[in-house]
């Protein structure tokens, strides 16, 4: 597989399941063997984990897209900066919707082989995403 094949498997996961919501997409991009490095609540560490992570930021921020900012690739890893937008109108971790917009980063490093993603890790900004909708709140100025 080519560089340039890679960055348009990253693409495809980005712009077809977390912006579109297209989770059958996921499928013909990433491998049933698929392993996350970083599962996230109640989300496995293989492909089906990563169907429930994108269905959960669905339903939670239906509007959801996903803005790759930066993108570099070498051998068989990619690596991005991804800008994550949308509005809170459904339950999210079992809280009810803020109806607050909310703007969030993630770094994603990503390895492949015979033409589907097969490997992640990543970290997302969880923290900046709940101060955002008002479930965590930000330090006081004396440290409160």
Same mark, same amino acid.
């Given at each position: 597989? +080519? ?5 348009t498997?990253?693409?495809?996961? /980005?712009?077809?399941?977390? +912006?579109?919501g297209?989770?059958?997409? *996921?499928?013909?991009?990433?491998? &049933? ?7 996230? &609540? ?11 992570? $994108?269905? /959960?930021?669905?339903?939670?921020? &239906?509007?959801l ?12 890893? !990619?690596?991005?900066? $991804?800008?994550?937008?949308? +509005? ?7 809280r009810? #919707? !803020?109806?607050?917009? $909310? ?13 589907? /993603? $097969? ?13 955002? *909708?008002?479930?965590? +709140? #930000? #330090?006081? #100025?004396?440290?409160?």
């Amino acid at each position: 597989m +080519s560089i340039e094949e890679n960055k348009t498997i990253f693409h495809g996961v /980005m712009d077809q399941a977390f +912006s579109q919501g297209n989770i059958a997409a *996921l499928g013909r991009l990433m491998s &049933p063997d698929f392993i996350e490095h970083e599962a996230g &609540p109640g989300q496995g560490r293989g492909l089906e984990g990563v169907k429930t992570i $994108v269905a /959960m930021a669905r339903t939670a921020f &239906p509007d959801l897209h996903a803005t790759i900012e930066d993108m570099t690739a070498e051998g068989d890893k !990619t690596w991005a900066r $991804v800008t994550f937008r949308g +509005s809170n109108t459904g339950d999210f971790m079992g809280r009810l #919707p !803020t109806g607050k917009t $909310v703007t969030y980063e993630a770094i994603d490093i990503c390895r492949y082989a015979n033409g589907k /993603m $097969v490997e992640h890790w990543g970290v997302v900004d969880m923290l900046g995403m709940m101060q955002q *909708l008002g479930i965590v +709140s #930000p #330090p006081g #100025p004396n440290g409160s």
